[in-house]
């Protein structure tokens, strides 16, 4: 309703407005984001559209400007592939969350891997402990698009049968890394993986099958 | 302050954009940053199913034991257009669930309601409904003791290490001293169940009737614990098993009577105790399932003695 007012938008790198706007309603837009991410974590592999507008900065997808929003505050250590001050200026003044440093990411409890940058190797991340698994890292791993791409095949707790989501732009080796992430079980990361303005979760117990090997 | 919902989908939604919550307080009563900290320990107790996540419980304006780990993630999940579902034993009208009705109707502005079809968000004390849940229902449990292994092992640093490697003999040796003294398994509530071949859970002191019903449920199960500060949840569709014996497999209670009012024989029973001489009825814990069964016409041996609210305010006064 009030929401409609505003229109989401990217601030650009080097804007006079280098933070834009944030949520429009912080407490009723972040709830609403966090029932998505909630929804989304609860049926790993299926795709869900994030409609609730903030800007974002040039670095991130609008997806993934709404996740950080909804989840990081000073009680976060999040580390950033991107090294651009834009993106660690906006979520300083946004979420108050520190930035660890790129030595320090086994700290970390978010990482963000922006749609830009290499895969850097998710072992550098922590995977908690065997008795205290839920220290452990959080990755919103970008890719360009949910909407078409490689099909994906996902089976685990949450999904029904299985979840078929597409991705475009995303790493291959993320699907690998989950994989062997599974073997670790009940240590492991879990995964956000945004584009644009959608988002799928794959967790530590997740089974991720690419379509085009498996028929 | 107590809102129930109407048919009227339009006249709902205007209702709702007309509510707001109680002036001087946060939606849902909590602060942003509680609910950001209570939401990044429910996602990561969504992607570790039956794993009990420590989080900072805050205090809430009523005792321990009333609800305040359920309270306060139904806090940080709830919105605008939630409709909530609050029972206790079953019922929607004893004093813990209309109390914690009109707390969220008041805090957080919301519609409430006692059927099961029209809840989205259902915080539950002990029972799961009789109606099948569907994937638009998250079910919230209070949780008084949330380790399962506490009766054995008194000590946090060994259980969870007992868990960390799956060592869960000790939890059959209770069952199996149930066996050697009573013949049977007689655990009749808090019965641990495995959840996704991993995890043990106390999945809270629900009678062991409502086992079966965690199994691959269409909703997302939260529990929350506020005095032992834990969270943990089952996801849709996970395998949860109840732990049991080849020779003695998992059973859950059954009634040779039926319920007084609505004749049900396939929903838990209460008994119910009539008078000096022991004379006793069984009625459906589950009120709304009992109260939509005797509007439709289902009769029990006691249908008949029924007192209409009239009747009953006239009997109080």
Redesign the interface.
């Given at each position: 309703?009030e929401n409609a007012a505003h229109k989401r938008q990217e601030i650009p790198a080097g804007s006079n407005a280098p933070f834009g706007a944030g949520f429009t309603d912080?407490?009723?837009d972040?709830?609403?984001v966090?029932?998505i991410?909630?929804?989304a974590?609860?049926?790993p592999g299926s795709v869900k559209n994030v409609d609730v507008p903030c800007d974002n900065p040039a670095a991130i997808h609008p997806a993934t400007a709404a996740v950080c929003l909804?989840?990081?505050?000073?009680?976060?250590r999040v580390w950033l592939s991107d090294s651009g001050k834009q993106l660690a200026d906006w979520l300083k003044f946004h979420c108050g969350c520190p930035i660890v440093k790129n030595t320090e990411a086994a700290k970390a409890?978010f990482a963000i891997i922006t749609k830009e940058s290499p895969f850097p190797g998710l072992d550098i991340f922590p995977v908690g402990?065997?008795?205290?698994?839920?220290k452990?890292a959080?990755i919103i791993f970008e890719a360009q698009s949910l909407q078409k791409g490689v099909n994906y095949r996902a089976t685990g707790?949450?999904?029904?049968e299985a979840n078929h989501f597409s991705v475009t732009g995303l790493k291959g080796e993320l699907i690998d890394y989950m994989e062997g992430n599974k073997t670790i079980?009940?240590m492991g990361v879990?995964a956000v993986v945004t584009g644009e303005t959608s988002l799928v979760c794959l967790?530590?117990?997740t089974s991720i099958r690419n379509l085009k090997i498996c028929t | 302050m107590q809102r129930n919902v109407n048919n009227d989908t339009e006249a709902l939604l205007s209702d709702i954009?007309k509510i707001e919550n109680e002036p001087g307080y946060?939606?849902a009563f909590l602060d942003?940053?509680t609910?950001?900290?209570v939401?990044?320990?429910?996602?990561?107790?969504?992607?570790?199913?039956g794993?009990q996540?420590?989080f900072s419980s805050r205090e809430m304006p009523m005792p321990y034991g009333w609800g305040t780990g359920g309270i306060q993630i139904t806090a940080?999940?709830?919105?605008?257009a939630d409709v909530l579902k609050v029972i206790d034993q079953g019922a929607d009208d004893t004093t813990n669930a209309v109390s914690i009705r009109g707390f969220f109707a008041k805090m957080a502005g919301v519609a409430t309601t006692e059927k099961t079809s029209e809840a989205t968000i259902i915080q539950t004390r002990h029972r799961i409904p009789e109606d099948k849940l569907t994937r638009a229902h998250t079910m919230v449990y209070q949780v008084p003791v949330p380790e399962p292994l506490r009766w054995v092992e008194p000590r946090e640093t060994e259980t969870?290490?007992m868990?960390?490697?799956s060592e869960y003999g000790a939890m059959h040796v209770k069952l199996y001293e149930d066996i050697a003294r009573h013949g049977r398994i007689a655990t009749s509530f808090d019965y641990p169940a495995l959840v996704?071949g991993?995890?043990i859970i106390s999945p809270s002191p629900i009678p062991k009737f409502d086992n079966p019903k965690l199994d691959m449920s269409?909703a997302?199960q939260l529990f929350g614990a506020g005095r032992e500060q834990r969270i943990y949840?089952i996801?849709?569709?996970?395998?949860v098993t109840s732990l049991d014996f080849e020779d003695y497999p998992f059973e859950v209670q059954k009634w040779e009577d039926c319920c007084g009012l609505c004749g049900a024989t396939t929903s838990y029973l209460d008994e119910i105790i009539l008078n000096d001489d022991g004379d006793k009825m069984f009625v459906c814990s589950d009120s709304d399932y009992c109260q939509r069964r005797c509007e439709a016409g289902h009769k029990g041996p006691f249908a008949d003695d029924r007192i209409s609210d009239e009747q009953g305010e006239r009997n109080a006064s």
């Open positions: 309703m912080p407490v009723f972040s709830q609403k966090f029932k991410i909630m929804d974590m609860a049926s909804t989840l990081f505050d000073s009680d976060t409890d402990t065997p008795e205290c698994p839920d452990s959080t707790p949450g999904i029904m079980f009940p879990d967790t530590r117990t | 954009a946060n939606h942003e940053q609910k950001r900290m939401r990044r320990a429910i996602l990561k107790a969504v992607a570790i199913p794993y996540v420590p940080s999940i709830i919105g605008k969870r290490k868990h960390a490697h996704d991993g995890y269409p997302l949840a996801p849709p569709y996970t395998k």
